[in-house]
């Protein structure tokens, strides 16, 4: 069992890999990949509604306000979450893991809302002839979002299994975490953008979340345990809100209520449903999960 000096080397260990990462992106190619498909900086504010205010003689753009608000609120709301996951965890490993997993996924949050959204003209466009395709804010994002979902893993390996089976899961966790972020500095420095994409952290992150199904899934079955209820209810809703976002974006519907001045997209549609999320982990899971 790990003991509260340990736990603290392990959260040291994952602040000094971020600083890390964030040295090594911002030394990368990422401003070689252009936009596409291609924008201006003035087609840039074409598509997307956006608020323009003036701070200290500083002229900033806020790039759709209402979704960039919301997506801030989830990610300081899941870093609060982490850090109570942190404060109740009384040596369970299973909690101590569910805490660093919800405080990467909040960080992440924060990013993808800062460089996809809020400040995204001036991260990818300002000053540019052309605005780019990503940033580093992004890459930091799609990395601390895998590794949520490792940490998320791990924190399942210790509530519902044991053994070899636990074993098995906590090294894939960790070989996976170590293997994506390898693949995404490849991506960085050649550069690639099908190694820096968002259809790559699906496909990285998805045998994760399937894993979740089954282990919670099959031991509520066999044996009707509460926890199991309650984690297999957490997938449930995290897979439903998942299906909500794409069912939304192939609708087309936000463009055209962008068109009538209603700023409500697909992204919306996720992070509500993720703020959701959290107030039910918060409520229903952390009570219960312990190590098995």
Known sequence: MKTPHIQARSMKRIIFLLSILLILTACGRLDSIPYTPAQTPETW????????????????IFVQPSTSIIVYFLG?????????FLKIRE???????????LLLWGVGALL???????????IKCAGREACLWTSWWEILYLIVT????????????????????????????????????????VGVFIPVKALISFELLLAVGAPGILAF??????????????LDLILLGTWLWLGITIIAYFLYLISGNTASLWAKGLWFSENDVLHIGLIIWMFYIVFALAPQVKDS
């Open 146 to 185: 895998v590794w949520s979902v490792d940490a998320m893993l791990l924190a399942v390996a210790y509530s519902s299994t044991a053994g070899k089976l636990r074993k098995a899961l906590s090294a894939y966790a960790i070989v996976n975490a170590i293997l994506y972020f390898i693949v995404v500095m």
């Open 45 to 60: 504010l074409q598509i997307q509604p956006f608020a323009e205010f003036n701070i200290a003689s500083q002229n900033i």
């Open 76 to 84: 300081l709301l899941t870093i609060a979450v982490g850090l109570f």
């Open 112 to 122: 993808a809302g800062t460089s996809y959204e809020a400040f995204s003209y001036d």
């Open 91 to 101: 040596y369970q490993r299973s909690r101590f893991w569910w805490g660093i997993a």
């Open 213 to 226: 199904f089954f282990i919670n899934g099959w031991r509520y079955f066999k044996y009707k345990l509460k």
